[in-house]
Each structure stands twice: as structure tokens, then as C-alpha cells.
């Protein structure tokens, strides 16, 4: 959960509690902060998000090309698949209609070749006691069934298991891979952030984490028993630049007990949830600012976590936020005085520094795609999932306070005539899987230098390094990058390097090979990560941290 988890959490805590969206309570003495504990993952997986239902034909051959596994088909609401209630046992499902196209997505994205994570969400306007409270900016949000439409609420989730586990049996159409095998859908995520008012309400503050701690549970039963090989995500906290800020326990301690109350009933709710880990087989988080809070965060999480648990990063933003929306959360901008401006360039394509700043947001975006991969790994979280698929235009009003997320899609605006044209994350996201993608172990270097970020990655049984520098100031558009110098020693009389693609048109990374001297390669390190391979051992570091 960590410092990213409290920024994400005070963000949307703040939030909530300017637009008095319901956030759960807060008792200072029970907070509980990082302790040095770690995840311990297995080899990093990438997903993508496909929250939009537009362009299902043309979106997944150009998403796939970022080397990701996983595809999250977002924001599937069981009051958009039985618009009615049910009369007796009697349910109607509209499975492809134009507000779910829930078969439509997942024959999509399998024959793509990604594996889908449902998102299921209780938003359902007859079935619920009460309707979210918070004005535009929780609309969405989902909140318990009445008593009498519990039955309800598990038959829908049943439904959805079973027509997607491929077993034969009330199955969807052409659910099977390429080659004719099944293709059941495993992974279902309950809710969306669950631990704040946004996304999930109860019947009062007080009451919302048990009630969803309860119905995370109805949902779990009711999915294992339409398949016992499904794999059940709770929905937890999101994170954001209040990590990035405060790594130690004290920072965030200080933050925590002087910026609001929703902070750290945020953190209460997280704990109480991955305290029902009956009820669930992995923990998902959200991460929407800078790269470093990752450690703080997966040190946090593992902290509150009474066993150990995989985590997974069901939403990560790819690119910069220039806002740090909603505003009066704001702990640590990275961008405090020129944010607002770049943003408005983005938003009006007829601006005459929209050329430069979009050229220069896309290569900030592939950046920090690449970093938030590589500290996802070297800090045990075992996916991360980046988004978005597309801009969201209807993002840009500021009373929904999610403005930051208007501009992060990983491939230009669909428009129906095929797969839109990647942007300069796509390429980078590829990279890195395709360089690091299947590691054993990874390990953090030390020793190079301030601001120096160096790890090496054990894959079939090889080293691969990754290198950047970050000297922890903002660099806006025609802006030099700062640089510094490192010398490596190495054993053999060269290696590769590659530099991660930042500018549109880059297919993949610029390539060189580097000529030791003396036994040893001089290297410029900058902001943009660079990836070096060789021959087995080829290359040491004197001081490895794990």
C-alpha cells in the first residue's frame, strides 16, 4: 500500500472529501505503516486495460503488440447485463449488448491472444438499497444489493463464470483458442477500489468494508462453485503521489495524520480486506503517479498482509500526471507550476505548441511505462497492468476529478478502419518484455551514484541490466535531459545496449554495441532507461542489493 497507496489514497481521500463522496472512517492509533517488509512475486506479468466497449475488432491486434499476457475488460456491471430483476428464478441476460458486449470483448482479446481479468461490479440501480452518494464524481460507484436481491446478485455472478469456463455447459460462442482447445476465463476481480467512497459505497461509512468484505465473499463462493479453478482479485486501494514524496514510515505518518481523515480510513479499509483472505486468491491495487512509490507501496501492502499474498497492479497510469486530479489532494506535483498549461496544450490540438508538448508527453509516457515495469518487478508485485487503452476524452471535466487520465492511451483514437497506430509506450512496453520478460530473480544495484537506478535481471540464466538516471526534477518540453557519467567493468571485449524507444515511428529501441577499454564501457545515463546484454556473466557490479 505505501507511500503510493496513501498519495493514491489521499488523493482519492481529499477528493472524496471536498465533493463528500463517503469514505470510511479513520482511527489514527489503528494505522498501521510500512515496516521493510517485501513482496515476494513471481516473474513480473503485463496486462492492458480495455475499459472502452468501442472498437473491439480493431484495439486488441494493436494492443498485443506491447507483448502483454493479460487484457482487464473493466467496468462490467451486472445492472448492464440483467437490466431487469428477475421474475422468480427466471433471469434475462443481455451478455452482448451495446452497454456490455461482454462476448464481444473476451472472444476479441482471447483471439488476440490475451488472457481476460472480468472486472465484476454490483452497480445495478433496481437491485440496490441506496444510490451512490457524491455527486458526478461517484455515479459509477457500486453499493450493496437489498437483502431480498442477494440470491440475484450471486445466480448473475454464476452466470458469468459459467458461460466463460469453457466446460461445455451453457457456454458463450466461439470461447476456445485458435486451435480449438478451451479457453476459459480465469481471473475475476470484484469491484474497483473498494477501500474508498469512489468506486464502492456501503449502507454508511462505517458499515462499507465489511459489506463489501461480504460481498467479495457471495461472489467468491458463487464463482468457485461455477468453477473451482477460477482465481478471485479483491479490490483494494489506488495510489498516488504520496509515495512518490514520503518513503519512510515518519513522512508518511506526518502526512497521514495532518491531511485528512479519508487517508487513513483508506489504509483501515486495505487492511480489513486482506484480512478476508478466504475470500480471495490475489490482492489488486491501482498506481496512478510516479514510478518510485512502488516500493512503498508493495512494502506497505505487505506490511497490513497477514500471509502472504499476490499482488497484482490491475491499473497503472503509463503516462505523467500533470494535474495531480483530483487537485486538492495534492501531496507531491511533480509538475506544480507548468502541469496545467502542458495539460491545456493537450487538450486543444489547435494550439501551436501542441506539436512539441504531445511529442514530448508520448516520450515521458514511454519512460515511465518502462520504469513502473521494472520496480513492479524488483519490488515482488506479481502483474501490472497499464493503461489506458485509448484517451478518454469525457475525462477532461474537472468536477470528476480524473483529468489526468484523459490523455494515457497506449495506441492513438481508434476510429473503426483497423488497428490504430501505436505510440512510442507501446514499443517501449515491448522491450522490456521482451528483453526481461520471464526473469528469475531480480536484483537492485547499488553503488553507482546518486540518482543512479540500476537492476539486473536473470533471464535463462543470464544477466540483463537496466539503467537510468533520475536526478528527481521534472523536465518539460525542449528542455535538455540531465546526464551523467558511469564506467562499468565488464569481461568481455564488448556488449549491447539498447535504448528504450521514445519518439513515434520507433518500431523498437535503438541498438549499439559498445567496445570495452581497459576493461571497462563508458556510459552516458539519462532519464530514458537503457537495456545491456551480453554473453553469460559478461558484466558485474561490485555492490548487488536485493
Known amino acids: 500500500m505505501r507511500v503510493r497507496l496513501s498519495l493514491l489514497t489521499l488523493l482519492a481521500a481529499l477528493w472524496l472529501a471536498a465533493c463528500s463522496i463517503p469514505n470510511p472512517p479513520c482511527d489514527l492509533d489503528a494505522v498501521v505503516y510500512p515496516a521493510g517488509q517485501h513482496l515476494t512475486g513471481a516473474s513480473l506479468r503485463l496486462g492492458v486495460i480495455d475499459a472502452s466497449r468501442e472498437f473491439p475488432f480493431d484495439l486488441p491486434q494493436a494492443l498485443r503488440r506491447t507483448g502483454a499476457q493479460l487484457a482487464v475488460l473493466d467496468d462490467v456491471r ?7 430483476a428477475p421474475e422468480g428464478d427466471a433471469h434475462v441476460y443481455e451478455w452482448d449488448n451495446e452497454l456490455a458486449a461482454l462476448d464481444t470483448r473476451v472472444r476479441e482479446y482471447q483471439s488476440a491472444g490475451f488472457q481476460p481479468v472480468i472486472v465484476l461490479r454490483a452497480w445495478n440501480p433496481w437491485a440496490r438499497a441506496t444510490a451512490p452518494q457524491g455527486g458526478s464524481a461517484a455515479a459509477a460507484a457500486s453499493t450493496p444489493p437489498l437483502p431480498a436481491y442477494e440470491p440475484a446478485y450471486a445466480a448473475w ?18 470461447l476456445a483458442s485458435a486451435d480449438g482447445a478451451p479457453n476459459p476465463v480465469r481471473y475475476y476481480q470484484i469491484e474497483e477500489e473498494a477501500a474508498n467512497g469512489a468506486w464502492w459505497q456501503g449502507d454508511s461509512p462505517e458499515t462499507a468494508t465489511a459489506q463489501y468484505v461480504t460481498l467479495l465473499r457471495a461472489a467468491a463462493a458463487a464463482a468457485r ?64 503517479a510516479d514510478y518510485p512509490g512502488l516500493a512503498t507501496l508493495g512494502d506497505w501492502l505487505a506490511t497490513l498482509s497477514p500471509q502472504p499474498v499476490p499482488v497484482w497492479i490491475t491499473g497503472a497510469t503509463s503516462a505523467p500526471a500533470l494535474l495531480g486530479d483530483p487537485q486538492m489532494l495534492r501531496v507531491n506535483p511533480r509538475y ?56 478518454r476524452p469525457g475525462l477532461q471535466q474537472e468536477d470528476l476529478g480524473m483529468r489526468d487520465l484523459a490523455f494515457q492511451g497506449l495506441v492513438d483514437p481508434a476510429d473503426g478502419s483497423g488497428p490504430p497506430a501505436l505510440r512510442p509506450v507501446a514499443p517501449a512496453l515491448a522491450l522490456a518484455q521482451s ?26 540464466g543470464a544477466p540483463v541490466y537496466v539503467l537510468w538516471y533520475d536526478n528527481g526534477a521534472a523536465q518539460g518540453p525542449g528542455e535538455d535531459l540531465p546526464v551523467t557519467s558511469v ?40 532519464p530514458t532507461p537503457i537495456v545491456i546484454t551480453g554473453d553469460l556473466t559478461f558484466l558485474y557490479l561490485p555492490r548487488i542489493q536485493g
Open 78 to 84: 451486472w445492472g448492464f447485463i440483467e437490466p431487469s
Open 336 to 391: 506544480p507550476v507548468t502541469g496545467e498549461d502542458l495539460w491545456n496544450t493537450l487538450r486543444h490540438p489547435s494550439d501551436p505548441q501542441y506539436g512539441a508538448v504531445e511529442s514530448w508527453y508520448r516520450a515521458e509516457q514511454a519512460r515511465l511505462a518502462f520504469k513502473k515495469w521494472v520496480y513492479a518487478a524488483a519490488n515482488g508485485f506479481d502483474v501490472v497492468v497499464m493503461g489506458l487503452e485509448q484517451d
Open 225 to 288: 462453485a461455477a468453477d473451482p479453478d477460477v482465481r478471485i482479485l479483491a479490490a483494494s486501494t489506488p495510489a498516488l503521489d504520496l509515495l512518490d514524496g514520503f518513503p519512510t514510515p515518519e513522512g508518511l505518518q506526518d502526512v497521514v495524520s495532518n491531511v485528512s481523515p479519508a487517508v487513513c480510513g483508506d489504509i483501515l479499509a486495505t487492511a480489513e480486506i486482506l484480512a478476508a483472505h478466504d475470500a480471495y486468491d490475489i490482492l489488486a491495487v491501482h498506481s496512478l
Open 487 to 526: 564506467s562499468l567493468p565488464v569481461r568481455a571485449p564488448e556488449v549491447t545496449m539498447q535504448v528504450v524507444p521514445t519518439e513515434r515511428g520507433q518500431e523498437g529501441p535503438v541498438s549499439s554495441v559498445l567496445v570495452a577499454e581497459n576493461g571497462a564501457v563508458a556510459l552516458e545515463l539519462s
Open 157 to 174: 455472478v454464476s452466470a458469468v463464470v459459467e458461460r466463460y469456463d469453457a466446460d461445455g455447459v451453457d457456454d458463450a460462442p466461439t
Open 435 to 460: 528483453t526481461l520478460g520471464g526473469y528469475n530473480v531480480v536484483q537492485r544495484l547499488t553503488g553507482l551514484g546518486s540518482g543512479v537506478e540500476a537492476f539486473t535481471f536473470t533471464v535463462q
